[in-house]
């Protein structure tokens, strides 16, 4: 490592950026945990895992997180909100007034607002993505229109400082872009080799294309009562918040 690097990273690890990741009941725990990992690697950047209370929350996978700080401990102008996504947990959170304020309010201080899977359905429900271009779970995405969003079929995508990531393990894709975006790229390089992140999928149905109507059709059947609800909840809640 040269002089220049040592004296670039030493200035990194002089930052104080603050990362406010929610964490609610019944949230998937992949969308948070690779995110997490890049935040982690981050120089500078402070990590928290925030929730209502510091009691342990229970994933949808049935292993529990524990939260490092509540939403009245957490930072009141963040450098990142981040809101993981799930389907029955995420409804709860949409419905939840405390947890919908809380986002609202770091949103719109945050100076990136951001989110992984169905986490988009809470920044739209806490009206943070009108007017932005957003994506999120295939099965959920167009749902977005509902919270005045534009939906957009990508892996990451990036409106100003609204950056929104797709299904589950799009969470590692997002993570390091997100960490180009607040360090630089060979920094989020550097964080891609120390993860030997260097995907080789076991089989090519990771999107509802490659995989075939054969097997989308009865998991998005799976998520008609989740789409239904959440469309409907989204709209609610994004109303009252204009």
Request: with cysteine; proline share 6%.
């Amino acid at each position: 490592m040269t002089t220049r690097q040592t004296m670039t990273w030493q200035k990194m690890a002089e930052r104080n950026d603050q990362v406010l990741m929610l964490v609610y009941p019944e949230m998937t725990a992949l969308d948070l945990v690779g995110p997490q990992y890049a935040f982690a690697c981050t120089l500078g950047a402070k990590v928290h895992l925030v929730g209502q209370t510091r009691e342990p929350v229970m994933t949808d996978t049935k292993f529990a997180i524990v939260p490092t700080m509540t939403f009245d401990e957490a930072p009141a102008d963040p450098t990142v909100i981040f809101v993981p996504g799930g389907t029955t947990g995420t409804l709860a959170a949409i419905r939840d007034e405390t947890t919908l304020s809380f986002v609202a309010d770091r949103g719109a201080r945050a100076t990136y607002v951001t989110s992984v899977c169905t986490g988009s359905l809470v920044l739209a429900a806490a009206g943070l993505l009108s007017g932005y271009r957003a994506t999120s779970h295939w099965a959920a995405r167009d749902l977005l229109a509902a919270g005045g969003a534009e939906p957009v079929d990508a892996r990451v995508v990036i409106d100003r400082n609204r950056i929104t990531g797709a299904g589950v393990s799009a969470g590692l894709d997002f993570g390091l872009k997100l960490v180009a975006m607040m360090r630089d790229e060979a920094y989020a390089r550097s964080v891609q080799l120390l993860a030997e992140y260097a995907p080789e999928p076991p089989f090519k149905a990771g999107t509802p294309a490659e995989a075939g109507p054969e097997i989308t059709a009865p998991l998005l059947a799976m998520f008609e009562g989740f789409r239904r609800d959440a469309v409907l909840a989204v709209g609610a809640a994004a109303g009252r918040s204009r």
